[in-house]
């Protein structure tokens, strides 16, 4: 399974508290490469890496290992993103309180005018993914290749799978999401080729890709904020159990709300997510202390013994028993 170990491989060599970029330009042969400290977390550990394809489209991959950092974007405000998620989940803060979450195999569109000063929220700890900017502005008069018949205006694609709303983040068909999953992991000889090729591909599909009924909705700050607060008190007392009417109450927040918001900014539901973090949790205690399995099932909200090894079997995919005894 793709997951953080792999984005920490990765990012071995790179600069802790800072953000590496690494930028390909279309007429050099010779990488250039910047750091900057601004806005990062002592803690983080950032890397994109651009590569120019053509006047005006460029795809940039990025690893991350954060929590939260704040970011500029130098590009215009005619610049059309389309953003991939290939593991973790990633959320931005945009312009006039806007927020947009989305997460692995989602892809996501707006104009960087939006986001051009955010603060990017990773509720996973990491994300992977790339994103394909398209300067509409000069692709009016310069689309390459085979797109200049059936692409003839970049910000229809955005339209169309936006709505009425400023950004979207949805889950593609399987036509789009195995052509975004063939962008990663190209051998480094053909990589620029293949990418040229790839993109082209990509846009030709969104061109006639109907938008799919799984569309995750933007939400303002504000309600994010809120439910932040709620993620952190139940994983900070995991051993107290949480209804959803009482943390509405006591967040005054609606529970629709509650629950949609949730599940947009940590991939899953409230039920599902505080499953899997106390298993977790426990798990690490199982590995890392002394404790009994009872003591670690109890310290997670688990009263019932079997309940907790039925759920540990479930989430970890053996029997507590047999994770412990992988220590020893």
């Known amino acids: 399974m793709h997951d953080s170990y792999l984005i920490r491989e990765t990012l071995t060599d790179a600069v802790q508290g800072r953000h590496v970029y690494i930028r390909h330009p279309l007429t050099e042969s010779t ?27 460029e795809l940039s991959y990025h690893y991350y290992l954060a929590d939260k950092f704040h970011i500029c974007h130098r590009h215009g405000i005619s610049v059309l993103s389309i953003d991939h998620c290939r593991a973790g989940r990633i959320g931005w803060e945009m312009r006039g309180g806007l927020s947009l979450y989305f997460g692995n195999g989602d892809l996501s569109f707006h104009l960087t005018d939006k986001c051009s000063d955010s603060e990017i929220t990773l509720p996973l700890g990491y994300y992977e993914g790339f994103s394909l900017s398209l300067d509409t502005e000069l ?154 399995i009872a003591e670690a099932a109890r310290s997670v909200g688990y009263e019932s013994q079997s309940k907790f090894t039925a759920a540990f079997k479930d989430v970890m995919k053996m029997l507590p028993t047999d994770y412990r005894r992988q220590r020893l």
Not at 31 to 51: C, F, M, N, V
């Open 31 to 57: 990488a250039e490469r910047q750091i900057s400290g601004a806005g990062i977390p002592d803690t983080a550990k950032l890397l994109t890496e651009t590569y120019e394809l053509y006047p005006g489209i």
């Open 139 to 292: 692709l009016k008069d310069n689309m390459p290749g085979l797109l200049k018949n059936p692409v003839e205006d970049v910000t229809a694609i955005c339209r169309k799978f936006c709505g009425s709303a400023e950004a979207a983040a949805l889950t593609p068909g399987s036509r789009i999401e195995h052509i975004c999953s063939e962008i990663y992991d190209l051998p480094e000889q053909i990589k620029l080729s293949c990418l040229k090729l790839k993109c082209q591909e990509l846009l030709l599909f969104l061109s006639v890709e109907d938008p799919v009924s799984k569309r995750f909705d933007p939400h303002y700050s504000r309600q994010v904020e809120i439910i932040r607060q709620i993620h952190n008190q139940m994983t900070e007392h995991p051993e107290q159990r949480y209804t959803i009417d009482d943390l509405a109450k006591q967040y005054l927040i609606n529970t629709s709300a509650l629950k949609s918001i949730f599940r947009s900014v940590y991939g899953m539901p409230i039920a599902s997510y505080m499953k899997q973090y106390r298993i977790t949790q426990a798990a690490h205690m199982l590995r890392q202390t002394d404790l009994t």
